[in-house]
């Protein structure tokens, strides 16, 4: 599949996002401290294990590199194209859950975790932003062009086109320089970019950096029907915090190939390569060895493998989860800090702006 066909980002565009990532990875490394990050996700449920090799993972080593870190969740952006409202609470709870028992830590580090429909102030430059883009950009978004193609459906809600722009707002709020995200969020970081380019031209300001994407090298973590991206809507993934026991039963079913000897080859054998793969994100080993080490000891063998992986892997994310859930008080008042902390960003990103914008009484 190209590039266009996943959702519409030219294959330029795109190479040139991947290297401004990789100059801004390098710099990040050697200056910390120059690196605000923001990034987030949606609740709508438990983060399965893609997530976490794909991006929890990446934000724990950026946390613990000293990086100031903004871990938003984007409680508004599900109404956009969801009726889950009723589950929202659960869903937010849920998700802090999975951050702090994966390693992301408020009390250890200079990272703080808040739903973005606390935060009024963020919530305010929306107003602003919304005056400086058109309808014709905001109806060629790429992301949002696929998403609302994939819902199916015929009346699509003024939401769903504009919360790019609500994005924005959740990247300048805090003035981050950074965001790690996966492909299909570039367009909104781009979107960014010139929302925070043209307000610094209109009002004569150089308040709003222009964020870069960080594009993360893990690998693509398929589901357990081994053919398209693990994700929650397709039913083929392992939450992280699945039991021991669930997990043996995910691996026991996922889909394999008749050929009893074990071989890497993501092109012709996807699904046995994916067990591979996850096996050596777990074990530190290439994929290669792994299959070496099994040989003709077939699908069994590698389910096997793989299974006890996993469950040795996350066996201690597992138990601080367990021990959390039982915490309520301490998880709401995770929540109950980063609030505050980001409203107090907020405020005076929001008293600058109308500043700037001739707006103060
Ligand atoms: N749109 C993102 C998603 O669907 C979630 C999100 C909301 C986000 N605001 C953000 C991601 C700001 C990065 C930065 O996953």
Do not use: W
Request: charged fraction near 25%; glycine fraction near 6%; charge should be neutral.
């Amino acid at each position: 599949m190209t590039i266009e066909e996943t959702n519409g980002i030219s294959n330029a565009s795109f190479e040139r996002a991947v290297q401004k990532s990789k100059l801004l990875e390098a710099d990040l490394y050697k200056n910390p401290s120059k690196y605000r990050v923001l990034t987030g996700d949606r609740p709508t449920g438990n983060l399965h294990i893609g997530h976490y090799f794909g991006s929890i993972l990446n934000r724990v080593k950026l946390q613990n590199l000293g990086v100031e870190t903004f871990i938003l969740i984007a409680d508004y952006q599900v109404l956009t194209d969801r009726d889950v409202f009723k589950d929202i609470s659960k869903y937010v709870f849920e998700l802090t859950l999975d951050y702090l028992a994966c390693g992301l830590d408020p009390k250890q580090h200079n990272t703080c975790i808040f739903p973005h429909s606390h935060i009024p102030e963020l919530n305010q430059l929306l107003l602003p932003f919304l005056t400086l883009v058109s309808l014709s950009e905001l109806n060629k978004n790429p992301t949002v062009k696929e998403e609302i193609s994939v819902s199916g459906k015929e009346v699509i809600n003024a939401g769903m086109y504009t919360y790019p722009v609500h994005q924005a707002a959740d990247i300048l709020f805090c003035r981050s320089n950074v965001v790690p995200v996966g492909k299909d969020q570039l367009p909104h970081i781009e979107l960014t970019r010139t929302i925070a380019k043209r307000f610094n031209t209109k009002f004569n300001t150089n308040l709003f950096p222009e964020p870069v994407g960080l594009l993360s090298e893990s690998p693509l973590i398929l589901g357990l029907d081994g053919n398209q991206k693990m994700s929650k809507s397709r039913n083929n993934s392992i939450m992280i915090k699945a039991t021991e026991d669930e997990t043996f039963k995910l691996i026991k079913s996922a889909k394999t190939d008749s050929e009893r000897h074990i071989t890497f080859d993501p092109v012709n054998r996807p699904e046995v390569s994916n067990l591979l793969r996850l096996s050596s994100l777990c074990l530190g080993k290439s994929p290669d060895e792994i299959a070496k080490e099994i040989g003709d000891l077939g699908s069994g063998k590698l389910k096997q493998v793989t299974t006890e992986a996993l469950n040795s892997y996350f066996k201690e994310i597992r138990e601080k989860r367990k021990q959390l859930e039982s915490d309520r008080s301490y998880v709401l008042g995770v929540l109950q800090d980063g609030i505050s902390k980001a409203r107090q960003v907020a405020i005076e990103t929001l008293d600058e702006v109308r500043e700037v914008m001739n707006m103060k009484i």
